[in-house]
């Protein structure tokens, strides 16, 4: 969750800069037109990172819990706990223990792993265009990732005994019902269903 959340939080660093730029270098332009605007001052920058941070504190302690419920998950589907914190290994281990079959865990895996490079190499580069050029590619990779993630939450809850329910509060609510999953004794991993 923290890789795929990193590359928009550098997309939105970047933009604010961008932002800020643009405005200081207008302001400068029209200081001598019109009179002075009302501009950020250290509170409004002091906001912004406080809900930022706010933001963070709260995403990592939705990992870590996301983690331990995976990594017991996997344990309960015969896959060592540990491939739930290798990211691109926890993603191919996901679809493995959803029951997906060799080509879909690879496109599953790879689609989001290109997804990331994109985002990443086109936020790094600061360029206008690559980021909107990667920004189409997340859109068409991402609407792929997307729909197996959704079948997997439910081939995750079948797997695991329950029905429908189940499958909803996995795309709702996925670290808390990772938790109950690979926490609860109740929920027992069959490898065929």
């Not at 605007?37 to 509170?43: A, F, G, K, Q």
């Not at 926890?90 to 290109?114: C, E, H, P, Q």
């Not at 939450?153 to 509060?169: D, H, M």
Request: aromatic share 12%; net charge positive; glycine share 8%.
């Amino acid at each position: 969750i923290l890789i795929s959340i990193t590359p928009f939080f550098l997309l939105y660093n970047n933009e604010i800069e961008s932002c800020r730029e643009k405005y200081y270098n207008r302001r400068e332009r029209e200081s001598s037109r019109r009179p002075r605007e009302i501009d950020m001052n250290d509170s409004d920058m002091n906001v912004i990172i406080g809900t930022l941070m706010s933001i963070w504190v709260f995403a990592l302690i939705f990992i870590i819990l996301q983690l331990i419920g995976t990594w017991k998950m996997y344990k309960k589907a015969g896959i060592p706990g540990w491939h739930s914190i290798i990211p691109i290994l926890n993603v191919y281990d996901w679809y493995k223990m959803a029951g997906f079959g060799m080509a879909g865990r690879l496109l599953a895996t790879i689609g989001m792993s290109v997804v990331m490079v994109i985002t990443i190499g086109a936020a790094a580069s600061g360029n206008e265009n690559a980021i909107a050029g990667s920004a189409m590619a997340m859109v068409l990779v991402g609407i792929i990732v997307a729909i197996l993630q959704i079948m997997s939450y439910f081939k995750v809850a079948s797997r695991f005994g329950k029905g429908t329910g189940a499958g909803i509060l996995f795309l709702l609510f996925t670290p808390i019902m990772c938790m109950i999953a690979g926490l609860s004794s109740s929920w027992k991993y069959r490898r065929e269903h």
